[in-house]
């Protein structure tokens, strides 16, 4: 069997490249769509790895797009399509594209970050141990770490430029959005969390938490927008082996951020190279959360 080629940064002709992320490559397509190309960088510490992960960028494509057709009647988002034979022709000219892009419509994006926790883990579980609440929410005294919640909570973030998001409070993110856009951002995302995570449960999948973008389009309407659901938006448990108490063996890159923390390395770039086997073992863990919430092979 041959190894996957990987993509690491695309190039295309003729098209203008108006963002590189650290994982994907958003490159303008006319007036008013964009063309959202997933790579397989992965990202670490906030910093890209030299080494890419083998159809990661595809993965994270193809289950947003999954998502984005399950939950079509919940919300209005910006994808056209996610198929390559039925992109542009200008887009088609690179092969390199080809299973990982995304045309969707081009938006004005809200400058925040809609993230929703149904289970305490992360940024949430640091701020529960030193102030007993999560980014002002109350909540029940001696909870464990990566215990379910009374209730799943929304917890905006910035989107920072650079560098790590920040926390914010609700009256925050009001005042950056406008209190009437703010209302229907959070509404929206405990909405979808909500049904996400109720499907993703009967497939054995726990949603822990989840980040989503909005955008404004032409007419002033709300998209959702960016990737949704996928392992670098999302915790992702596994409900066979959940047990509070403890960190969680994950569908994400907590697996390549343990790997990295056995090293001597101060988290500045350049970061240092995967080994062969985290890799496949990284691989392989993408491909089975796209197995298992999908119920295809990837
Ligand atoms: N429909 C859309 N309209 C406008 N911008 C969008 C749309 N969908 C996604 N985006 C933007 O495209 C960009 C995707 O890039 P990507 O997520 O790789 O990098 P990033 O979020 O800027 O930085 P990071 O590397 O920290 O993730 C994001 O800035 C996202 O907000
Ligand atoms: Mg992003």
Redesign the pocket.
């Given at each position: 069997m041959s190894a996957a080629r990987t993509v690491s940064e695309t190039n295309a002709d003729g098209l203008t490249l108006v963002?590189?992320?650290?994982?994907?490559?958003?490159y303008q397509i006319g007036d008013d769509r964009?063309l959202?190309v997933a790579t397989d960088r992965i990202?670490a510490f906030?910093c890209i790895l030299p080494t890419a992960i083998p159809n990661k960028g595809k993965i994270l494509t193809q289950l947003s797009a999954f998502w984005f057709a399950r939950l079509n009647d919940l919300t209005r988002n910006?994808l056209i399509t996610a198929d390559f034979d039925e992109m542009p022709e200008i887009v088609r000219q690179t092969e390199d594209f080809r299973g990982r892009s995304t045309l969707?419509?081009?938006?004005?994006?809200f400058p925040v970050e809609c993230v929703v926790r149904g289970y305490l883990e992360g940024s949430g579980w640091k701020d529960y141990l030193a102030t007993g609440k999560v980014c002002g929410h109350d909540l029940p005294e001696n909870l464990q770490r990566c215990e379910k919640l009374p209730a799943p909570i929304f917890t905006p973030a910035t989107?920072a430029q650079s560098g790590h998001d920040e926390n914010i409070t609700e009256a925050e993110f009001a005042e950056i959005v406008g209190s009437a856009i703010a209302e229907k951002l959070k509404s929206r995302s405990l909405k979808i969390y909500r049904t996400a995570s109720e499907y993703a449960l009967t497939r054995g999948i726990i949603i822990a938490d989840t980040k989503f973008?909005f955008?404004a389009d032409a007419n002033g309407e709300i998209?959702l927008?960016?990737?949704i659901l996928t392992p670098d938006s999302s915790r992702f448990w596994s409900a066979a082996s959940y047990a509070p108490g403890k960190s969680q063996a994950s569908f994400d890159k907590q697996f390549v951020r343990d790997y990295l923390e056995t090293l001597d390395w101060n988290k500045q770039s350049p970061a240092p190279e995967l080994p062969t086997e985290i890799v496949a073992a990284t691989a392989s863990r993408y491909s089975e959360a796209y197995r298992i919430l999908t119920g295809e092979k990837f």
């Open positions: 963002h590189r992320g650290k994982v994907r490559d958003v964009l959202l990202s906030d910006h969707v419509k081009k938006t004005k994006v989107k973008e955008g998209l927008i960016d990737e």
